[in-house]
């Protein structure tokens, strides 16, 4: 009879001691499942627009305008990639007027870009979109032009850049932009 009662007693321990831990992963995925996806996409996206800023930069500083084409010609994609690896995610900048081909846009970016567009040209605020499927996050956000973009995008170059940007992107799309206008966008992938 004391065998049953302990067996019971034990019984009744193991099954409250799992009810705990079934509650206690509930709770971890309901934090999980409210992650701010938007304020992780904003952190990879200026994180990256940062070392890329930094670098580019340093880029003009040590070698003028040319220079600092060379340097996005060779070195922005490995820079870029150091972030992926850094993050766990896919970091891209597209465009519809790529400079380019790998920074072209496909036709979600495309549709984004379009709306990002219009809302800038409303002069509404632009907040990122964020899409969810098959366990990824998808985050997309405007980058617009600035000054120092415009040294290499704007309507009026120096015609010595004209001739680099012919030659190292034959094929250019990313001129002709106007300060605070929506140039491309940040398409970032990451885990759910």
């Known amino acids: ?63 003028g305008m040319i220079g600092a084409m060379s340097f996005c010609n060779e070195q922005a994609y490995s820079l870029t990639d150091s972030m992926q690896v850094k993050y766990n995610a896919i970091i891209k900048r597209v465009s519809d007027k790529n400079r380019n081909q790998n920074n072209k846009a496909n036709t979600t970016e495309l549709q984004h870009i379009a709306t990002f567009k219009e809302k800038n040209k409303n002069g509404e605020k632009i907040k990122p979109i964020i899409e969810k499927s098959n366990g990824k996050v998808h985050f997309y956000a405007p980058i617009k032009t600035s000054q120092l973009c415009l040294q290499c995008h704007g309507k009026q170059l120096q015609p010595d850049l004209v001739l680099k940007l012919k030659d190292l992107y034959p094929d250019d ?20």
Not at 12 to 32: D, M, P, R, Y
Not at 173 to 192: C, H, K, M, P
Request: some cysteine; hydrophobic content about 45%; glycine content about 4%.
């Open 1 to 63: 009879m004391m065998k049953k009662i302990i067996f019971f007693f034990l019984t009744i321990v193991l099954l409250f001691a799992n009810c705990k831990k079934e509650q206690k992963s509930t709770i971890i995925n309901v934090e999980k499942s409210n992650k701010d996806y938007a304020k992780i996409g904003k952190e990879y996206a200026l994180a990256t627009k940062m070392i890329l800023g930094k670098n580019l930069k340093q880029a003009i500083a040590k070698e």
């Open 173 to 192: 799309l990313a001129i002709g932009y106007d300060d605070n206008q929506v140039r491309g966008i940040w398409s970032i992938t990451f885990n759910e």
